[in-house]
């Protein structure tokens, strides 16, 4: 609560901060700039795509892969730009079946 005064009623100033518009939020987040990504096909017309940090390590990478195949039994592809893609199936659910693979 408030008062006449403009402060709060254990005698703090209010402070005003300006509104932030979607525009203005939009505009600040960082651009994404194609890779990484983990991409499952749903159905064959939708996709459920997971936009990964560019610092994110390939070993990262497939883990999450990895955890997306035990969550819902589908098969996700991790997309690196350099390194390729890598599918994970439920048969291949953990890193030391693509360290021998």
Same mark, same amino acid.
């Given at each position: 609560m408030r008062d006449e005064a403009g402060t709060t009623t254990k005698g703090r100033p209010i402070q005003h901060v300006p509104a932030?518009?979607?525009?203005?939020?939009?505009?600040a987040l960082p651009l994404f700039n194609g890779h990484p990504y983990v991409v %499952?096909?749903?159905v064959p017309a939708l996709y459920h795509l997971i936009l990964v940090p560019a610092h994110a390590g390939e070993e990262?990478?497939?883990?999450l892969a990895i955890e997306q195949v035990r969550a819902n039994a589908l098969c996700p592809t991790a997309c690196r730009r350099k390194q390729g893609?890598?599918?994970? %199936?439920?048969?291949?659910?953990?890193?030391?079946?693509?360290?021998?693979?």
């Open positions: 932030i518009t979607d525009a203005e939020r939009i505009a %499952t096909k749903l990262w990478l497939l883990r893609t890598i599918t994970v %199936t439920p048969s291949h659910t953990s890193m030391s079946a693509y360290a021998a693979a």
